[in-house]
């Protein structure tokens, strides 16, 4: 049980590398805290997007969306995967973050699996929810705007060329979804 605390796991994981990082480099102590400094700075922002993604998705099936979402009637795999496709891309819009938006439609969506109300595999809902978080990159959105600043481009250029691309990739990448939904509904 005190392996499988998360908090715990994270920890000894720290550890663990700072370990290796000491036997393979043998740093300074400076050195080794300015290696520590960028690696946990890097991994803590990944587990605060994570948890406030969760964390909306939560708040967002308390007031009631995703049980409204879960009383719809039993749809064809092509709707719920046109349905969590466009809520990714609702909430991407809106908030900026793919990662959130991501995490917050895949915490809206999770009851439809997790009571087994599917007719399909669940990989087609989360290859729905990824293509969703792809489309309508735009100011709100940090890395439009790495992408805009290392590129050289204005922002009225990048709003020209990423986000007419980026709305290209997750238009296909929904339809390769839903041909593989229609076409292979089931794991093999």
């Not at 990944?46 to 998705?57: Q, R």
């Not at 908030?95 to 895949?106: D, E, I, K, L, Y």
Request: hydrophobic content about 50%; charged content about 10%.
């Amino acid at each position: 049980a005190v392996f499988g605390d998360k908090n715990i796991c994270m920890t000894l994981a720290a550890l663990f590398s700072m370990l290796m990082l000491l036997f393979q480099k043998r740093p300074s102590f400076a050195e080794l805290s300015t290696s520590m400094q960028k690696a946990l700075s890097s991994a803590g922002v990944i587990i605060l997007v994570t948890a406030a993604g969760g964390a909306l998705g939560l708040s967002l099936r308390q007031t009631g969306v995703a049980d409204l979402i879960e009383s719809l009637p039993q749809s064809s795999p092509v709707v719920l995967c046109t349905l969590a496709f466009l809520l990714t891309t609702a909430i991407r819009t809106a908030q900026g973050s793919a990662s959130v938006a991501m995490m917050t439609a895949a915490g809206i969506l999770s009851g439809m699996v997790q009571q087994g109300q599917l007719d399909f595999h669940p990989i087609y809902l989360a290859l729905a929810i990824g293509c969703g978080s792809k489309p309508i990159s735009w100011m709100n959105d940090s890395g439009f705007l790495v992408i805009a600043r290392m590129s050289g481009m204005t922002e009225q250029e990048a709003l020209k060329y990423i986000t007419p691309m980026t709305a290209a990739m997750g238009l296909f990448g929904l339809l390769l979804t839903i041909i593989g939904v229609t076409l292979w509904p089931s794991p093999l």
